[in-house]
């Protein structure tokens, strides 16, 4: 082998050796990692114009969608220092969007908060002193409502496809958003609105008081030691929905875990319940889509 041949050898076993470091992990694609891109929609509110941040696959779509909708706390990482945009998502929003990315679904996580001047969200124990703006009863199901009819505009998302997942504060808009008579929305069907629903550790007061009948197919995870929502409401009103002849309202159940036990951080995933019921949920939320949104 001449002196050229062999460096030329040399040169390719270094791309090659680059090309394998830069591989993604399996389950993972470097389309896939992050997010694809940020896009601004209005809220069915009619006023306010949203910011949301877009999961997408890296296969040809069209694809079924998925709206995400974060808790009092906002989408952002509690790190992002006053810098509110794609690179300071929370990790467990990432976690997710990247996870329905890789499944083949578009998934769309909405900022509630920011557009309203509340980019670093509430703390904990706020409720009573949150302004109406943000209310997850009256507003935000509006803004869900935006996201799906934002998301029906594109040709890369099949439109009667689209699911939703709320955390906390927005498995509260979740619900609110699910009921017959929601605001945003006239006569909604799983056809006409959202297909069906993820909810995760919501607070379920307000439904139980009321005479709650989700027009489409949800499943609460609930945690059984919650220390920010109280979880029996939320059993309570799985009881009070299926005794009115809902069928399609489902409630799982976690012992030991605590509230946001799926998000990927330490402290969280330290808890041998919340790793448990992280992994069972995730496991059970993408066969719920499945089989509600590519059908």
């Known amino acids: ?30 389309a896939r990692a992050g997010v694809a891109g940020e896009v601004s929609f209005l809220s069915a509110d009619g006023r306010t114009t949203l910011r949301g941040f877009v999961f997408a696959p890296s296969t040809p779509g069209p694809w079924p969608a998925v709206v995400m909708m974060h808790g009092r706390s906002g989408p952002y990482s509690t790190a ?15 976690q997710w969007g990247r996870f329905w990315a890789e499944r083949d679904y578009l ?7 920011g ?7 509430f703390p904990i124990r706020s409720y009573s002193r949150r302004p109406p703006e943000v209310n997850e009863q009256t507003v935000r199901p509006l803004d869900a409502y935006g996201a799906l009819a934002y998301l029906r505009t594109r040709d890369d ?22 009921d017959a008579q929601a605001p945003g929305v006239r006569d909604p069907t799983p056809s006409t609105a959202f297909r069906s629903a993820l909810l995760f550790y919501p607070g379920c007061r307000v439904q139980v008081a009321g005479e709650y009948r989700p027009y489409a197919p949800a499943v609460m995870f609930i945690a059984s030691d919650d220390e920010e929502v109280a979880p029996l409401p939320c059993s ?8 009115r002849g809902v069928d399609h309202f489902e409630m799982i ?6 509230h946001a036990f799926d998000d990927p951080g330490k402290r969280r995933q330290s808890i041998e319940g919340n790793r448990k019921a992280r992994e069972d949920s995730m496991r059970r939320a993408e066969a719920f889509f499945a089989r509600h949104l590519r059908r």
């Open 236 to 243: 309570e009103l799985a009881e009070q929905v299926k005794a």
């Open 157 to 178: 998302v099949i439109g009667d496809r689209v699911g939703l997942q709320g955390w906390s504060n927005g498995a509260m808009a979740g619900l609110a958003t699910l």
């Open 115 to 121: 557009p309203r001047g509340y980019s670093q969200g």
């Open 80 to 94: 992002a220092k006053g810098v509110y945009d794609a690179s300071t998502l929370s990790l467990r929003h990432k």
């Open 1 to 30: 082998m001449g002196a050229r041949s062999r460096w030329l050898h040399v040169l390719w076993l270094l791309l090659a050796f680059a090309a394998r470091a830069a591989e993604p992990e399996p389950g993972s694609s470097p």
């Open 107 to 113: 998934a769309l996580h909405v900022d509630s908060f």
């Open 253 to 258: 159940w976690y012992d030991g875990a605590t």
